[in-house]
């Protein structure tokens, strides 16, 4: 049985993608074909390429992975995108919601009917939930993610397939490297959150590992806050 990673060659989707690889097959997706290469020698795995900008029609796509049973589908592709309503063009809002919400959409509707007693995950944020200025354009499309895999893993729970969602704030990888590029705005990042750090993989990879095991096998249609409380907690 195989793993798909999509958004391999990103800080996260890298570290999943590698995490498994040393148990299991892994399958990559991405949009950078030398770096998606590199990875895959490295990892022994398949690939596919896809930029989901200019995406080809998903039956062509599903034609590129030649995996007949599909265990787990892990959906690292997103963005971060932190301007007002204001100061954003319909072209941002397309953009981050194509990259982030259709991404999560076009990656299921290929593969959900070959993934029977499999686990599906996407990545929302902690702006689905919490108000925050300037998040407008990412929190609409994170929370589209969280409405969509709650209604797919009620589609889906016959087939025993279950669909959930991991919910981070601010975490140390490629995508937050200018949001946390001097050491004030790091520290001013942590002493938003109760438990007072920055996220890193370490945190998130024990989640995923989880929710693709068989130990999380009566939890489906659910969004894993893994933010340090700030979503839900007021610090002292
Ligand atoms: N980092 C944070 O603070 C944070 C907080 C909350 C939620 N998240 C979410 O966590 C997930 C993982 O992100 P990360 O932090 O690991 O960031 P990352 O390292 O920047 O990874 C993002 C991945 O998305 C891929 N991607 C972006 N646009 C694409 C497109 N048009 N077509 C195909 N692939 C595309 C990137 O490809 P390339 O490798 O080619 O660039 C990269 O592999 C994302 O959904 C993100 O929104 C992150």
């Known amino acids: 049985m195989t793993y798909i990673i999509a958004g391999a060659t990103g800080t996260t989707g890298r570290a999943i993608a590698t995490e498994l690889a040393r148990t299991d097959k892994v399958h990559l997706i991405g949009r950078d074909e030398s770096a998606l ?98 998040h407008e354009l990412i929190s609409a499309a994170k929370a589209g993610i969280e409405g969509m895999a709650r209604s797919a893993a009620a589609s889906y729970a016959k087939d025993n397939l279950r669909v959930n969602v991991i919910a981070p704030s601010i975490m140390d990888t490629n995508m937050s490297a200018k949001i946390l590029s001097s050491e004030a705005a790091v520290e001013m990042s942590k002493s938003m959150h109760p438990i007072p750090k920055i996220g890193d993989i370490s945190d998130i990879l024990p989640v995923v590992t989880w929710l693709l095991s068989s130990e999380s096998k009566w939890i489906t249609g659910q969004t894993i806050h893994v933010d340090g409380g700030f979503s839900t907690l007021k610090p002292r």
């Open 37 to 134: 290469t590199e990875l895959a020698n490295h990892l022994d795995s398949s690939y596919s390429l896809i930029d989901i900008e200019n995406p080809i029609p998903v039956k062509e796509f599903q034609q590129t992975v030649e995996i007949d049973e599909i265990k787990g589908l892990v959906n690292c592709i997103g963005s971060i995108y932190l301007r007002p309503l204001h100061g954003s063009t319909i072209e941002d809002f397309n953009n981050v919601v194509n990259t982030n919400l259709f991404s999560s959409f076009y990656l299921l509707s290929a593969f959900a009917r070959r993934m029977k007693n499999g686990s599906a995950i996407f990545f929302s944020s902690v702006a689905a939930t919490k108000g925050l200025s300037n």
